[in-house]
């Protein structure tokens, strides 16, 4: 009896051990995927594996105060309405909206009753100037052999010069619509640029408030800046303004103005900058601008992408790449952070110019090598 119980738990623990042996990994490889080696050394699949990327630090020369939102508009001379100086009636219109113009190009042509009127008033003073000079001669010199009062003849040469002024002002009148003797006015672009708004058809009235036209020049943008509270007393006039677009490209501008309040509703102040015009901006888009102070250079060091710092024990750590072997060992740096905004940390210690450090996968780095 005691025989057949012995035999009854050898066979029981032959084949707990053998469910144990085909539930367990079957050898090294697979526990290496998934352990770096003790020196932190990582196989180039299991850096594939934890998704690990590396950037190199590069060298910051100012430091980022912080990043604001922005919108991106237009300087004040680039955007210029088109208006008709006389009202009448669109008889053609010669642009379409989104049209690159150029400056002085026609855009609509415009039938109005007032210029006829200038053209008459020309056409009469100009018959009258002929006589009243005439007239002016004839009694000054009749004044001079005493025929004649001097002051008559001072008022023929008055009437005459009333006459001239009454033809330049009608010149200038129809020059300055481009309106012939027929009464048709030309309006064109007064920059070149492209057309943002067309607000006339063909055949309507046209004068008023409403412009017909507004042109908008593109090569040169501006950025309305809303600057928080807390950062009112420090931006100045000339600091660097850093936009990050699409793609990581970066478009750098410069600061134009900074308000001298405080909007009570926002609690921030206005500013402005200027930057280039680049595609992926247009007039009216939001973005967030970072903002960075050139003169605290005692702050300096290098620049990394946010992503590459990590927080362990209460300090700051970066995952800096090195060679091993046949692997790649990462090893874990403590860092000094002196600023960090718009997705860049400015590293004042602890790390050099050009040393490659993790942007991706670093929270898998941190729980592998030990990190809290």
Same mark, same amino acid.
């Given at each position: 009896m005691d025989r057949k119980i012995l035999a009854g738990g050898a066979a029981a623990l032959i084949v707990i051990a053998a469910g144990y042996a085909w539930l367990t990994p079957s050898g090294p490889e697979e526990v !290496?995927? !998934?352990?770096?080696? %003790?020196d932190g050394t990582l196989s180039a699949e299991q850096i594939a594996q934890l998704g690990i990327t590396v950037e190199n630090s590069v060298a910051a020369d100012a430091v980022p105060l912080g990043s604001v939102p922005a919108l991106v508009s237009l300087p004040p001379q680039a955007r210029v309405a088109v208006t008709t100086p006389f009202p009448g009636v669109a008889v053609r219109v010669l642009a379409i909206e989104g049209e690159a113009v150029r400056r002085g190009q026609a855009l609509a042509q415009v039938r109005s009753a007032d210029p006829v009127q200038f053209s008459g008033d020309l056409a009469r003073a100009q018959a009258d100037l002929s006589y009243e000079q005439a007239r !002016?001669?004839?009694?000054a010199k009749l004044a001079d052999e005493g025929v004649v009062a001097?002051?008559?003849a001072d008022e023929a040469q008055a009437a005459a010069s009333r006459t001239r002024a009454t033809i330049a002002e009608n010149n200038r009148l129809l020059a300055m619509a481009g309106a012939g003797r027929d009464g048709t006015a030309t309006l064109r672009a007064p920059i070149s640029g492209r057309v943002a708004q067309v607000n006339i058809e063909t055949g309507e009235a046209v004068g008023g408030d409403m412009a017909p036209f507004v042109i908008e020049n593109t090569a040169a943008l501006r950025l309305d800046l809303q600057v928080p509270e807390r950062l009112a007393g420090k931006v100045k006039t000339?600091?660097?303004? +850093?936009? +990050?677009l699409p793609g990581s490209s970066e478009v750098a501008g410069r600061i134009l103005s900074v308000g001298a309040s405080l909007d009570p509703q926002t609690r921030s102040v206005p500013a402005r900058a200027s930057i280039p015009a680049v595609p992926g901006l247009?007039?009216?888009q939001s973005v967030m601008a970072v903002i960075a102070d050139p003169a605290g250079s005692d702050q300096t060091g290098v620049s990394v992408? *946010?992503? !590459?710092? +990590?927080? @362990?024990? %209460?300090q700051d750590?970066?995952?800096v790449r090195g060679a091993s072997g046949d692997g790649v060992a990462f090893a874990r740096r403590k860092v000094i952070v002196a600023a960090d905004a718009g997705g860049?940390?400015? @590293? *004042?210690?602890?790390l050099k110019a050009g040393e490659p450090v993790a942007i991706s996968g670093v929270a898998e780095l941190k729980s592998l090598l030990g990190g809290e």
């Amino acid at each position: 009896m005691d025989r057949k119980i012995l035999a009854g738990g050898a066979a029981a623990l032959i084949v707990i051990a053998a469910g144990y042996a085909w539930l367990t990994p079957s050898g090294p490889e697979e526990v !290496a995927q !998934a352990e770096p080696q %003790g020196d932190g050394t990582l196989s180039a699949e299991q850096i594939a594996q934890l998704g690990i990327t590396v950037e190199n630090s590069v060298a910051a020369d100012a430091v980022p105060l912080g990043s604001v939102p922005a919108l991106v508009s237009l300087p004040p001379q680039a955007r210029v309405a088109v208006t008709t100086p006389f009202p009448g009636v669109a008889v053609r219109v010669l642009a379409i909206e989104g049209e690159a113009v150029r400056r002085g190009q026609a855009l609509a042509q415009v039938r109005s009753a007032d210029p006829v009127q200038f053209s008459g008033d020309l056409a009469r003073a100009q018959a009258d100037l002929s006589y009243e000079q005439a007239r !002016a001669d004839r009694l000054a010199k009749l004044a001079d052999e005493g025929v004649v009062a001097g002051v008559r003849a001072d008022e023929a040469q008055a009437a005459a010069s009333r006459t001239r002024a009454t033809i330049a002002e009608n010149n200038r009148l129809l020059a300055m619509a481009g309106a012939g003797r027929d009464g048709t006015a030309t309006l064109r672009a007064p920059i070149s640029g492209r057309v943002a708004q067309v607000n006339i058809e063909t055949g309507e009235a046209v004068g008023g408030d409403m412009a017909p036209f507004v042109i908008e020049n593109t090569a040169a943008l501006r950025l309305d800046l809303q600057v928080p509270e807390r950062l009112a007393g420090k931006v100045k006039t000339g600091m660097p303004v +850093t936009l +990050t677009l699409p793609g990581s490209s970066e478009v750098a501008g410069r600061i134009l103005s900074v308000g001298a309040s405080l909007d009570p509703q926002t609690r921030s102040v206005p500013a402005r900058a200027s930057i280039p015009a680049v595609p992926g901006l247009v007039p009216g888009q939001s973005v967030m601008a970072v903002i960075a102070d050139p003169a605290g250079s005692d702050q300096t060091g290098v620049s990394v992408p *946010s992503a !590459a710092v +990590t927080r @362990i024990g %209460g300090q700051d750590y970066v995952f800096v790449r090195g060679a091993s072997g046949d692997g790649v060992a990462f090893a874990r740096r403590k860092v000094i952070v002196a600023a960090d905004a718009g997705g860049r940390a400015i @590293i *004042s210690g602890g790390l050099k110019a050009g040393e490659p450090v993790a942007i991706s996968g670093v929270a898998e780095l941190k729980s592998l090598l030990g990190g809290e």
